[in-house]
């Protein structure tokens, strides 16, 4: 079965440092997300991507943050200057849906992201 | 920000037995719903969903019940197997507004189920 994959599994990265989440989604889909847990809290929803743009972010997704599908297959999360609170598993999802159409979301294993 | 609920942390059941997961919603623009499957070191695995024109959803052991009048959902697992054991969150989303339909997410039930 088709699946979303997160590399790495886990990055350790100084404060200040920039880092870059990598995903591959599912092939045929259209949709691509992130999505992080702070350890004990909720998954939250980060940004999501449609058509080559972000179509819906949340406060979290500030100016910190970036999203590229530089080509075909990958989709990527970059954090600039990480701060000790960006500390956290990343999940990156894809769905095949359009607008309406309820399909559900996959999601990769997830990358965790700790700042020292 | 706590328009998903799952009230209970936890579910310890026995094995055959039935385990029911509860959730709650406050948002009335969420049309869709979803349970989702977390091992540890793993993402989130879909299990079973339900649109808001429905009341019920089956599938295999797993059944979906939504009721809108009391925004409430819950899933039952019959019969629990000790494989089932995991921490089970609800999800819900809106395509009301059309465009990406976000999840929002309740903070999971660990479902515990003893041989």
């Known amino acids: 079965e088709p699946e979303v994959t997160q590399t790495p599994s886990h990055q350790v990265t100084q404060m200040g440092q920039e880092v870059i989440l990598r995903c591959v989604p599912i092939?045929?889909?259209?949709?691509f997300y992130w999505y992080r847990q702070i350890l004990g809290q909720k998954v939250e929803f980060l940004v999501s991507?449609?058509?080559?743009?972000?179509?819906?972010k949340s406060e979290i997704f500030d100016d910190q943050f970036s999203v590229e599908r530089p080509d075909g297959s990958n989709f990527t999360l970059k954090i600039r200057s990480t701060k000790l609170e960006d500390s956290a598993m990343y999940f990156c999802?894809?769905?095949?849906?359009?607008?309406?159409?309820?399909?559900?979301?996959?999601f990769g294993d997830g990358t965790r992201l700790s700042i020292l | 920000d706590q328009q998903v609920k799952q009230n209970s942390p936890s579910l310890s059941v026995q094995e055959g037995r039935i385990s029911i997961l509860n959730c709650d919603y406050t948002?009335?623009?969420?049309?869709?719903f979803l349970w989702y499957k977390k091992y540890p070191a793993e993402g989130p695995t879909f299990l079973i969903s339900?649109?808001?024109?429905?009341d019920k959803n089956e599938d295999g052991r797993f059944t979906v019940f939504l009721n809108k009048s009391a925004k409430h959902l819950s899933l039952h697992i019959v019969p629990s197997q000790p494989g089932d054991s995991a921490v089970y969150f609800c999800?819900?989303?809106?395509?009301?507004?059309?465009?990406?339909?976000?999840?929002?997410f309740g903070k999971g039930t660990k479902l515990t189920v003893n041989p």
């Open positions: 999802a894809s769905t095949l849906q359009s607008p309406g159409d309820n399909q559900p979301q996959h």
């Open positions: 092939s045929n889909h259209l949709y």
């Open positions: 991507f449609y058509n080559n743009e972000i179509s819906e």
């Open positions: 948002n009335s623009m969420f049309d869709y």
């Open positions: 339900i649109s808001s024109i429905k």
């Open positions: 999800a819900a989303s809106s395509a009301l507004r059309g465009g990406s339909e976000k999840l929002v």
